[in-house]
């Protein structure tokens, strides 16, 4: 098993920035594919972005390409999501999830077995 810690949410303006942490425990981090979830009120859990358990592939929803960046740090044992320019539509509980290695990043969240207990991002206008 994993343990899944996300940190790093908070309150901030439209326009600025904000980098979640996912701090891994237990079983060996790079036998696992992450990825960031994140859940708005009233809305269903959508899919943000992933890395490989090598860290040389990653991929994002397009709503968020070239403005978020995954990251992870094996001597850490952490993964990160960089969000620059944010928006009050990203107001969202962020997650983090741990799948099983693979060169494919799946989008849906049953691929995941592992979660963290979720960061709040809150984006104001």
């Known amino acids: 098993q994993v343990q899944l810690e996300e940190s790093g949410g908070g309150l901030v303006q439209a326009g600025g920035s904000l980098r979640l942490s996912c701090a891994a425990s237990g079983r060996t981090f790079t036998t696992y594919n992450m990825a960031w979830f994140r859940q708005a009120p009233g809305k269903e859990r959508e899919f943000v972005g992933g890395?490989?358990?090598?860290?040389?592939?990653?991929i994002y929803v397009d709503s968020v390409r070239g403005r978020f960046t995954i990251s992870r740090d094996y001597a850490k044992n952490t993964v990160y999501l960089q969000m620059n320019s944010l928006k009050p539509e990203e107001t969202a509980v962020y997650y983090c999830?741990?799948?099983?290695?693979?060169?494919?990043?799946?989008?849906?969240?049953?691929?995941?077995?592992?979660w963290g207990q979720g960061t709040q991002v809150t984006v104001s206008s």
């Open positions: 999830a741990a799948g099983a290695v693979s060169t494919f990043i799946y989008s849906q969240d049953g691929r995941y077995h592992y």
């Open positions: 890395i490989t358990w090598s860290g040389g592939g990653t």
